[in-house]
């Protein structure tokens, strides 16, 4: 193995492990130990790369919380042998694995970068074979020794994102995320510029993996017309234990006494309710406008810029470790992983 550094390649599934199947046309995926002579270069990259493929591939659309447990075992047992590792994954979730990744391995230390193209790898066009390329590179690369991204991240189109920060905005583009709340962790052009004030740093405490995962939450989309059914069905949906209310803008909500109401006996039989906003940059502001006054005096948590994505994931640890509510609050309420600017 000489002192060429390890990197692990984790094959999840998603468009960009797929071939053209020559008479059909259709899309299927190709079996990962040819993915040399997919990607060639493979080969010159100054590294032992090793691919890991999932006994299950899956479209990310099918993406489960005991996936990522699957994941976060496989990292964690994987853990010593490897410098860095690489995710491919279906797009259409990966913001959301992402996230979850990010509060699964706490001190993590090592990067942990998750990509996937829009057209798949063996397709002549395919985006998937620079981002591979790039997401080794990065998962690779050291200064003064350490990591330089020791943290979970998406690559997608020339750009590192913090993973739980980033949100799918587009089916079609090659550049399919956006990180609406925070910059870039790197551009990579000619060369890889990372934006090292922005990146986590490294700290000298053990990985712990977190594998307790509570999936009963839910999210109510707020729109104008929303009808009392709607939001009394979701809030009163058996085993719920806490409900993403994505508001309006910087927090805001209709101020309809039946709306609050309802809001209030919720959190009366302790169901989180946790405000974030529908909007791709910003923050929730409770109390800057009339319209969320009244959500800060019935005891609704601020979600600051917190994406949808990391929202579910937060909340599923959080819950997965059984905290008292208090705890949660507080915890919803304070950045652990980057996920929030406070
Ligand atoms: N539906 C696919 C998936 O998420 C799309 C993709 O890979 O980009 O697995």
């Not at 080969?43 to 005991?66: Q, T, Y």
């Not at 709340?181 to 990372?194: F, H």
């Not at 209030?264 to 109390?287: D, H, P």
Request: hydrophobic share 40%; proline share 3%.
């Amino acid at each position: 193995m000489g002192n060429k550094p390890s990197i692990l390649v984790i094959y999840t599934g998603g468009t960009i492990g797929m071939i053209q199947h020559p008479d059909s046309g259709t899309l299927q995926p190709f079996n990962f130990d040819d993915i040399y002579s997919q990607v060639l270069v493979l080969e010159n990259i100054n590294a032992n790369i090793e691919f890991l493929e999932f006994e299950s591939l899956i479209d990310s659309s099918n993406m489960h919380p005991d996936f990522w447990i699957k994941l976060a075992s496989v990292i964690e047992n994987k853990f010593d042998d490897y410098q860095g590792f690489v995710i491919l994954h279906g797009t259409d979730t990966m913001a959301y694995t992402a996230s979850a990744l990010s509060f699964m391995l706490e001190n993590l230390n090592k990067p942990v970068i998750l990509t996937g193209s829009q057209l798949p790898l063996g397709i002549i066009r395919t985006d998937g074979r620079d981002n591979l390329i790039n997401s080794i590179e990065i998962a690779m690369a050291l200064k003064d020794g350490n990591p330089i991204v020791p943290e979970v991240a998406i690559y997608f189109e020339n750009r590192l994102l913090r993973g739980n920060r980033t949100t799918k905005t587009n089916a079609e583009n090659f550049s399919a995320f956006i990180s609406g709340n925070y910059p870039s962790l790197a551009e990579v052009g000619v060369r890889i510029k990372y934006n090292y004030n922005f990146i986590n740093r490294t700290n000298s405490k053990k990985l712990k993996v977190h594998k307790e995962l509570d999936y009963n939450v839910a999210i109510l989309k707020l729109f104008p017309g929303i009808s009392q059914h709607i939001v009394s069905s979701t809030l009163n949906a058996s085993n719920l234990k806490a409900v993403i209310l994505e508001s309006f803008g910087s927090g805001n909500a209709p101020t309809d006494k039946w709306f609050i109401k309802q809001l209030e006996n919720a959190i009366k039989r302790n169901i989180l309710i946790f405000n974030v906003t529908q909007c791709k940059e910003g923050s929730v502001e409770i109390g800057k406008y009339e319209t969320s006054v009244d959500l800060g005096k019935i005891g609704v948590i601020g979600g600051f810029d917190i994406t949808t994505e990391t929202a579910i994931a937060k909340l599923m640890y959080l819950l997965g470790a059984k905290h008292n509510s208090g705890k949660i609050k507080k915890l919803l309420t304070t950045s652990l992983r980057g996920e929030i600017t406070i």
